[in-house]
């Protein structure tokens, strides 16, 4: 995925505390990784989103999003489904740097009060402001560090690494 | 400086480090097991370098789905096998057990050694010491490479131990009190150094079960002290009394909702697990064999035993407690994860009930979503096989003296 610092989509919702087993359950750890993204959040209470979400699609969460196991898969079928963004109040340490280094962005911010599911947001990941497009109203989240940005716009951590080993 | 900030000073090569300064640190052992290790391997080759930075700082270990249970577990396997071969790194393949205990077991590090792995109980060398910190595959497939990690410096705060555990009350029972205390977020992004006359105390296999869970409330590092010399400048510190613990069990839906055993009193099970990286150890299995020895788990409650590592499964056979847990009706699986994880062996159907020994009850954890999972001690686990219900220690058998019968 080339790197876009301005997204729009459609978001759906979910609630605090959503761990990596609702994100991606234990039994489909195994999967080939082509096949990971038709899990995604096949534990949650969104059972179906796999056959639901569309590219382009943003993830809003309450606190603690991720929280659980450093399966990097999480991430991954996420992604590989189509999710373009996670927005959440707060996230687990693990996937918040897994997101971050397959080039998946996540934004810390307190949104979910503000929105309702289904409904279509603007995010400037640079500067971390949120719009709700039918209201036009703002909110603003955490702005990426610098280093987060820099991994973002490398396409992910591999990239970074492989420009600091000057491998071409 | 505090000792988590003195380590990383000395693995960065500074004189100093502060909470929230950018760092690389030397890295002295990355560890992947079966199900992150493949996707590590995978994100290593995208690099495209041909070795790693030091074969002998590199190990995997089969634990998750060991023996595999479909044959896509078992192409993970022989990728990892594949890529020892071609690597020279160390992989352990022979069931030798969980990641962690075999790490601990055969590959002690030394203290203040930094240890990366790619999972997340990754947390639990703390008990001996290491700065020991999770991370995903891609950052595992970095490491590898450069033989570096880049962190933040965290906050690192204080837990004080203090004073004696009431009988019936382990170590388990003190990391679920402190998550209940603490919030499955409580330190995000965060150090924890344990102190205290308690800890003094403490075994290693107590307090790897206490590191192990730090994770559940979020933690970067969960560090035992050195006691010889000055813990240092700390964020906060927190003081807890160990008389004042009682036996805790973990509710459904995770390892921050804690209760009192004595409150759960009757709930209906249908599956005991004692086992994992969590408590899996001898010093486990022998307090759950003292419970069981002569008498049978409850009608309908499937008993699984599963040993943390193949040592330890080694130590069970020849101190007689295989043959004790097989008379009660359990069943005494290979070394490794188990159900814990939700891939194989004693997975959950909708409606049953389990007490589990293990780290996680998230919805789906052990099989499906709407079973439901309850983390305790050894000693109530297997108190409440015998039970049928969940129990609080000395129900089934009173309370003292426990631990030495079979000893």
Same mark, same amino acid.
């Given at each position: 995925?080339?790197?876009?610092?301005?997204?729009?989509?459609?978001?759906?919702?979910?609630?605090?505390?959503?761990?990596?087993?609702?994100?991606? !359950?234990?039994?489909?750890?195994?999967?080939?990784?082509? %096949?990971?993204?038709?899990?995604?959040?096949?534990?949650?209470?969104?059972?179906?989103?796999?056959?639901?979400?569309?590219?382009?699609?943003?993830?809003v969460a309450g606190e603690n999003f991720g929280c659980g196991s450093s399966r990097e898969q999480a991430p991954v079928a996420l992604k590989d489904a189509g999710v373009s963004l996670?927005?959440?109040?707060?996230?687990?340490?693990?996937?918040?740097?897994?997101?971050?280094?397959?080039?998946? !962005?996540?934004?810390?911010?307190?949104?979910?009060?503000?929105?309702?599911?289904?409904?279509?947001?603007?995010?400037?990941?640079?500067?971390?402001?949120?719009?709700?497009?039918?209201?036009?109203? %703002?909110?603003?989240?955490?702005?990426?560090?610098?280093?987060?940005?820099?991994?973002?716009?490398?396409?992910?951590?591999?990239?970074?690494?492989? %420009?600091?080993? %000057?491998?071409? | 400086?505090?000792?988590?900030?003195?380590?990383?000073?000395?693995?960065?090569?500074?004189?100093?480090?502060?909470?929230?300064?950018?760092? @690389?640190?030397?890295?002295?052992?990355?560890?992947?097991?079966?199900?992150?290790?493949?996707?590590?391997?995978?994100?290593?080759?995208?690099?495209? $370098?041909?070795?790693?930075?030091?074969?002998?700082?590199?190990?995997?270990?089969?634990?998750?789905?060991?023996?595999?249970?479909?044959?896509?577990?078992?192409?993970?396997?022989?990728?990892?096998?594949?890529?020892?071969?071609?690597?020279?790194?160390?992989?352990?393949?022979?069931?030798?057990?969980?990641?962690?205990?075999?790490?601990?077991?055969?590959?002690?590090?030394?203290?203040?050694?930094?240890?990366?792995?790619?999972?997340?109980?990754?947390?639990?060398?703390?008990?001996?010491?290491?700065?020991? $910190?999770?991370?995903?595959?891609?950052?595992?497939?970095?490491?590898?490479?450069?033989?570096?990690?880049?962190?933040?410096?965290?906050?690192?705060?204080?837990?004080?131990?203090?004073?004696?555990?009431?009988?019936?009350?382990?170590?388990?029972?003190?990391?679920?009190?402190?998550?209940?205390?603490?919030?499955?977020?409580?330190? @995000?992004?965060?150090?924890? $150094?344990?102190?205290? =006359?308690?800890?003094?105390?403490?075994?290693?296999?107590?307090?790897?079960?206490?590191?192990?869970?730090?994770?559940?409330?979020?933690?970067?590092?969960?560090?035992?002290?050195?006691?010889?010399?000055?813990?240092?400048?700390?964020?906060?510190?927190?003081?807890?009394?160990?008389?004042?613990?009682?036996?805790?069990?973990?509710?459904?839906?995770?390892?921050?909702?804690?209760?009192?055993?004595?409150?759960?009193?009757?709930?209906?099970?249908?599956?005991?697990?004692?086992?994992?990286?969590?408590?899996?150890?001898?010093?486990?299995?022998?307090?759950?064999?003292? $419970?069981?020895?002569?008498?049978?788990?409850?009608?309908?409650? @499937?008993?699984?035993?599963?040993?943390? =590592?193949?040592?330890?499964?080694?130590?069970?056979?020849?101190?007689?407690?295989?043959?004790?847990?097989?008379?009660?009706?359990?069943?005494?699986?290979?070394?490794?994860?188990?159900?814990?994880?939700?891939?194989?062996?004693?997975?959950?159907?909708?409606?049953?009930?389990?007490?589990?020994?293990?780290?996680?009850?998230?919805?789906?954890?052990?099989?499906?979503?709407?079973?439901?999972?309850?983390?305790?001690?050894?000693?109530?686990?297997?108190?409440?096989?015998?039970?049928?219900?969940?129990?609080?220690?000395?129900?089934?058998?009173?309370?003292?003296?426990?631990?030495?019968?079979?000893?």
């Amino acid at each position: 995925m080339s790197w876009h610092s301005q997204l729009r989509g459609r978001i759906w919702k979910l609630g605090k505390n959503i761990d990596t087993d609702q994100i991606l !359950p234990g039994y489909a750890m195994a999967a080939p990784m082509e %096949k990971l993204k038709d899990y995604a959040l096949a534990g949650s209470e969104i059972q179906d989103f796999a056959s639901r979400v569309q590219s382009g699609d943003i993830l809003v969460a309450g606190e603690n999003f991720g929280c659980g196991s450093s399966r990097e898969q999480a991430p991954v079928a996420l992604k590989d489904a189509g999710v373009s963004l996670i927005i959440a109040k707060s996230f687990a340490r693990i996937f918040r740097r897994n997101a971050i280094n397959i080039g998946l !962005p996540v934004l810390i911010c307190d949104l979910e009060q503000h929105v309702e599911n289904g409904q279509d947001i603007e995010v400037d990941l640079v500067s971390a402001e949120v719009t709700v497009s039918a209201s036009g109203s %703002k909110i603003s989240g955490t702005v990426l560090a610098p280093n987060v940005l820099e991994t973002l716009e490398a396409g992910g951590l591999i990239a970074k690494v492989r %420009k600091q080993l %000057k491998i071409s | 400086m505090n000792q988590i900030e003195e380590y990383l000073a000395v693995a960065a090569g500074k004189s100093e480090v502060h909470a929230g300064d950018d760092i @690389t640190v030397n890295v002295d052992l990355a560890i992947a097991h079966d199900i992150t290790g493949p996707m590590a391997v995978e994100q290593f080759k995208k690099i495209g $370098i041909d070795h790693v930075f030091d074969a002998k700082k590199v190990v995997f270990v089969l634990d998750h789905i060991i023996p595999a249970a479909t044959v896509e577990a078992k192409v993970l396997h022989n990728v990892l096998k594949d890529f020892a071969k071609d690597y020279g790194v160390q992989l352990y393949n022979k069931g030798e057990g969980v990641i962690h205990q075999v790490v601990a077991e055969k590959n002690r590090l030394n203290r203040g050694a930094i240890l990366v792995g790619a999972d997340s109980h990754t947390c639990m060398a703390g008990a001996y010491g290491a700065i020991a $910190i999770p991370v995903g595959a891609t950052e595992l497939a970095a490491v590898m490479a450069t033989g570096t990690l880049d962190l933040e410096v965290p906050e690192v705060f204080e837990i004080r131990l203090e004073g004696k555990l009431n009988p019936g009350v382990y170590a388990k029972d003190v990391i679920l009190h402190l998550i209940g205390y603490f919030g499955t977020a409580g330190f @995000t992004d965060q150090g924890v $150094i344990y102190t205290g =006359s308690l800890v003094d105390e403490l075994t290693i296999d107590d307090k790897m079960t206490i590191s192990n869970m730090g994770i559940e409330m979020g933690t970067m590092i969960s560090y035992f002290a050195d006691r010889d010399r000055p813990v240092g400048t700390v964020k906060e510190v927190y003081t807890f009394q160990a008389e004042d613990i009682p036996a805790r069990v973990a509710c459904p839906p995770n390892p921050g909702n804690v209760a009192s055993a004595s409150d759960l009193s009757g709930v209906n099970i249908s599956q005991v697990v004692i086992g994992s990286c969590t408590n899996g150890r001898f010093s486990d299995m022998l307090v759950a064999a003292n $419970i069981l020895k002569g008498r049978r788990a409850a009608e309908g409650v @499937t008993l699984l035993i599963i040993p943390a =590592s193949a040592e330890i499964a080694k130590e069970m056979e020849e101190q007689g407690l295989n043959r004790i847990f097989r008379e009660a009706g359990g069943i005494v699986t290979s070394p490794g994860c188990g159900p814990c994880f939700g891939a194989h062996m004693g997975l959950l159907a909708s409606d049953d009930v389990a007490v589990s020994t293990t780290n996680r009850n998230f919805p789906g954890r052990m099989g499906h979503r709407e079973a439901k999972v309850y983390l305790a001690s050894p000693r109530v686990a297997a108190e409440s096989a015998i039970a049928g219900t969940i129990v609080p220690p000395g129900t089934v058998v009173p309370l003292g003296g426990l631990e030495n019968e079979l000893a």
